[in-house]
């Protein structure tokens, strides 16, 4: 069993920044990040995919060109880098994992991921 704690997020301005954390307490293949703005269902954001001794983000096209996603695996650690927020970014983001090397047309996908952190909210408003 892997455990996530996310932290980093608050209450920004429109055009602000924010950089969220997720910890994992284990090792993983597949760290992603999801949100779910209010009233709307869960959407992917993006995701770091371990390969051999590196590996790859991808993104999701909700903040896709305002979002770079960064991992220390020494720290088990996922790092979310937002820029240029919106409001309509206004949402709970939600870190996910999984122990197994997904495919890459799989990693938007909620259910490919069996760990999750509680949630960090993040409002954008002025």
């Known amino acids: 069993q892997v455990q996530l704690v996310e932290s980093g997020g608050g209450l920004v301005q429109p055009g602000g920044s924010l950089r969220l954390s997720c910890a994992a307490s284990?090792?993983?293949?597949?760290m992603g990040w999801f949100r779910q703005p209010p009233g709307k269902e869960r959407e992917f954001v993006a995701a770091?995919?371990?390969?051999?001794?590196?590996?790859?983000?991808y993104y999701g096209d909700s903040l896709k060109g305002r979002v770079s996603i960064s991992r220390d695996d020494a720290k088990n650690t996922m790092f979310l880098q937002m820029n240029n927020l919106k409001p309509e970014d206004t949402a709970v983001y939600y870190c996910?994992?999984?122990?197994?090397?997904?495919?890459?047309?799989?990693?938007?996908?909620?259910?490919?991921?069996?760990?999750w952190g509680q949630g960090t909210q993040v409002t954008v408003s002025s």
């Open positions: 770091f995919r371990r390969i051999g001794g590196g590996g790859n983000g």
């Open positions: 284990g090792r993983v293949a597949v």
């Open positions: 996910a994992s999984t122990s197994r090397t997904l495919i890459v047309s799989s990693l938007g996908v909620s259910t490919e991921y069996e760990y």
